[in-house]
């Protein structure tokens, strides 16, 4: 089965410096999709970046980009320049195209803390 | 409307009585599910609507859990006889065409229930 794991329950950072959030993950699967998520307190989720396991490149948006290691099945996210508003619960999670639902494999989360 | 909407957006009820909860769709997302948050956890599937088709249930958690979607919109999913575990945030998602694993998926704001 596949799993998703967050070791890291809480993370805090200065503003203005950068932190790094880890995922990793299980799977037998060669071809899959992984993605984060930000849930605000608003308790929205948001899709903060996803990244395709065919692809060798890792993905960027804006300030948050991702260290995809395929062969270590690890997904970290780095998010530089904290806001305040970067302040939230970040899930990582993944999706097998294979199953017939594609549903999301979800981690636990780590609450990130932004110190002004 | 602009974004998945859910109601009521916090839900308060006594064990054994039965519950609705009512999930609003982005217009035109053929794909629809049912996530619970548990505190302090991540996202647990509990159940998948793909247009007309048959929808997925395997991640209904007991038979007290049962949902429909009329007219390939709305969606309600009910938990009949709740009891005090039921307690969690139920997020509702939707996506445009599930055939392309990579689609993001849009999550409405919860509705937090709480059993007492």
């Known amino acids: 089965a596949q799993t998703v794991t967050q070791s890291q329950p809480e993370m805090s950072v200065q503003e203005a410096e950068t932190v790094t959030l880890s995922c990793t993950y299980d799977?037998?699967?060669?071809?899959?999709?992984l993605f984060w998520y930000k849930q605000p307190p608003s308790r929205q989720m948001i899709l903060v970046i996803r990244?395709?396991?065919?692809k060798q490149q890792n993905a960027t948006e804006n300030r948050f980009s991702v260290n995809f290691q395929k062969a270590a099945k690890s997904f970290s996210l780095k998010i530089s320049d904290s806001q305040l508003g970067d302040a939230a619960m970040y899930f990582c999670?993944?999706?097998?195209?294979?199953?017939?639902?594609?549903?999301?494999?979800w981690g636990a989360g780590t609450k990130l803390i932004i110190k002004p | 409307g602009a974004g998945v909407s859910q109601s009521p957006s916090n839900k308060v009820t006594e064990k054994g009585k039965d519950v609705e909860l009512r999930c609003d769709p982005i217009?035109?997302?053929?794909?629809l599910y049912w996530y619970r948050q548990s505190l302090g956890q991540g996202l647990e599937f509990l159940i998948y609507?793909?247009?007309?088709?048959?929808?997925?249930k395997s991640g209904l958690p007991s038979d007290r859990f049962s949902a429909e979607r009329t007219g390939g919109s709305v969606s309600t999913l009910t938990i009949q006889r709740t009891q005090q575990e039921d307690s969690a945030v139920y997020l509702c998602?939707?996506?445009?065409?599930?055939?392309?694993?990579?689609?993001?998926?849009?999550f409405g704001p919860g509705t937090r229930l709480t059993v007492l």
């Open positions: 998602a939707s996506s445009l065409v599930t055939t392309v694993p990579s689609n993001e998926q849009f």
């Open positions: 217009s035109g997302h053929t794909a």
């Open positions: 609507f793909q247009g007309n088709s048959a929808p997925d």
């Open positions: 799977t037998s699967e060669s071809d899959y999709y």
């Open positions: 990244q395709e396991a065919y």
């Open positions: 999670a993944y999706r097998n195209p294979m199953d017939s639902n594609y549903q999301l494999i």
